[in-house]
């Protein structure tokens, strides 16, 4: 079945490196992505969002990459922070408003 | 601005039980979708509504429903909980239909436990 993943299921890094998290997808028919922040017990807080007929989109110290030929999506942070500490999903819009959710990978922050 | 409210923010249930969840979206948003966020995975689509209409629905059981009403908040029942229920209810609202692409924004969810 079609699904929507991520390659790495924990990420760490030194505070004020450059985080790189990487998302895999299958259907190529979804023509807008995002990504979402979640801190334990909270909600997923949006990040960043993309569309298909992107392939790069910069916010403040992140930027998504996404490469249709290899369905494949990427969230840089830079200079990552302690408070960027959490589980980093990416969600594929498929028909509707209908958001589909990977795994889903933990980024911890060394200081 | 009040963001997605949720309540409660915790249920202890019992299997077998009847547990309704409720959700106010941002003012202004006329979806509401529900999501299960089983501990250590991604959330997992359940149902979008708007304007009180169903317009999708996850892979779950017809042990779960929900319905919109015409404020645009939402209910979310799930009949006859078994212990695999147990997880984090998530309930996004965005503007659109899908019409145009919108992000969604997460309440921050009910801890449902199933004993």
């Known amino acids: 079945g079609e699904s929507v993943g991520l390659h790495l299921p924990t990420l760490s890094v030194q505070e004020g490196d450059n985080s790189i998290i990487n998302c895999a997808y299958s259907n190529s028919a979804s023509d807008y992505f995002i990504w979402y922040k979640q801190e334990s017990g909270k909600g997923p807080q949006f990040i960043i969002d993309i569309r298909s007929n992107m392939d790069k989109r910069q916010g403040q110290r992140v930027t998504v990459l996404l490469n249709k030929t290899v369905k494949h999506l990427s969230l840089q942070i830079a200079a990552t922070q302690p408070g960027d500490s959490a589980v980093y999903f990416c969600a594929e819009k498929r028909s509707g408003n209908q958001f589909y959710f990977g795994t889903g990978t933990s980024l911890t922050v060394i200081p | 601005d009040a963001g997605v409210t949720q309540s409660p923010t915790h249920l202890i249930k019992t299997r077998g039980q009847h547990v309704t969840l409720r959700c106010s979206p941002i003012?202004?948003?006329?979806?509401v979708s529900w999501y299960q966020q089983v501990l250590g995975q991604g959330p997992q689509f359940i149902f979008q509504y708007y304007e009180k209409e169903e317009r999708g629905r996850g892979n779950f059981p017809d042990r779960f429903s929900a319905r919109q009403f015409p404020n645009y908040s939402s209910e979310l029942n799930v009949n006859a909980l078994l212990l695999g229920d147990s997880a984090l209810y998530l309930c996004?609202?965005?503007?659109?239909?899908?019409?145009?692409?919108?992000?969604?924004?997460f309440g921050q969810g009910t801890r449902l436990t199933v004993v």
């Open positions: 996004a609202s965005s503007s659109g239909q899908g019409i145009w692409n919108t992000e969604a924004f």
């Open positions: 003012s202004g948003h006329k979806s």
